[in-house]
């Protein structure tokens, strides 16, 4: 690659040093689980799907969901790989849109596991965005893609709920879990931030909404309660497993409708989405 960054310092080619992806071979609009065992089983619901590509914890298929081109990129934990997945898909796509799929637990009694929560944004409790924002900026998802994610649960029958998701850097100290032989600072911080009216914990999204933002890009998130945070319980087995597919199921769904929608909005002029611009093709 002529005229490369040196500061870089990976090797000079189009296909991405971690997601071992080169451009065209991802669809515009993109699923992002966390865990990449589960890029497989989203393969299977697509029509047309290649073979899953591996490089670490990046797993990779393209395929259709009711005629529309997806993919499915798996982010592995944390931030930190949510900012390496998203600058090199960011450097092989044209206008990508990001739909996170994965799973969190919960800070209000009312949300039985299984549920679904759309993320409307994050606190940002990880540092990884920091070294692209100053600390009061927000971690905000598309509007869009939230419509999107409540018409998708809504017309799947998946009980799902909106409002801000804590991204935290880790799944035990920085959750407030108690661990043995390791003192944690803050050992209140799921009642703080349900003080502050935030309804789950999980790990990714507050990196992706920042950078999708900075990118101009659409991103939304929605993860199944695993964890029910008020009482201790966890999802297990067969709960797990419908808990899982709940939230594949309405991310891709989800998709779909951006799509619909982004062509309402295309043939209306309409730079922003807008309630009025709903028809049959859409809602159904």
Not at 23 to 32: D, Q, R, S, T, W
Request: net charge negative.
């Amino acid at each position: 690659m002529p005229n490369a960054d040196p500061r870089l310092a990976i090797p000079q080619t189009d296909r991405q040093y971690h997601i071992d992806l080169g451009p065209g071979e991802l669809a515009e609009y993109i699923l992002l689980p966390g865990d990449p065992d589960r890029t497989a089983r989203i393969a299977a619901r697509l029509d047309d799907a290649g073979s899953v590509r591996r490089h670490r914890e990046f797993a990779s298929v393209t395929g259709t969901y009711k005629g529309l081109r997806v993919s499915v990129v798996s982010t592995g934990i944390g931030t930190d790989n949510v900012e390496i997945c998203l600058a090199e898909i960011l450097a092989i796509t044209a206008h990508p849109t990001f739909i996170r799929i994965g799973s969190c637990g919960v800070l209000r009694a009312d949300i039985a596991l299984g549920d679904l929560v759309i993320s409307s944004g994050a606190v940002r409790l990880e540092a990884t965005s920091s070294f692209y924002v100053h600390d009061g900026y927000p971690a905000v998802a598309d509007y869009v893609c939230i419509s999107a994610l409540v018409e998708a649960a809504h017309r799947l029958g998946h009980p799902a709920h909106v409002g801000l998701t804590a991204t935290a850097p880790s799944f035990y100290g920085a959750q407030g879990r108690p661990i043995p032989r390791l003192p944690i600072r803050f050992p209140n911080l799921p009642e703080e931030m349900a003080a502050q009216r935030v309804i789950n914990f999980e790990m990714e999204a507050s990196a992706l909404l920042v950078l999708a933002t900075l990118a101009g890009v659409r991103a939304g998130v929605v993860c199944a309660a695993y964890a029910q945070r008020t009482t201790g319980a966890f999802v297990v087995g067969e709960q797990r497993e419908r808990a899982e597919a709940a939230c594949i199921e309405t991310g891709l769904e989800a998709l779909l409708i951006l799509s619909q929608m982004e062509a309402r909005m295309r043939d209306a002029g309409a730079v922003y989405w807008r309630p009025s611009l709903w028809s049959s093709e859409v809602a159904p």
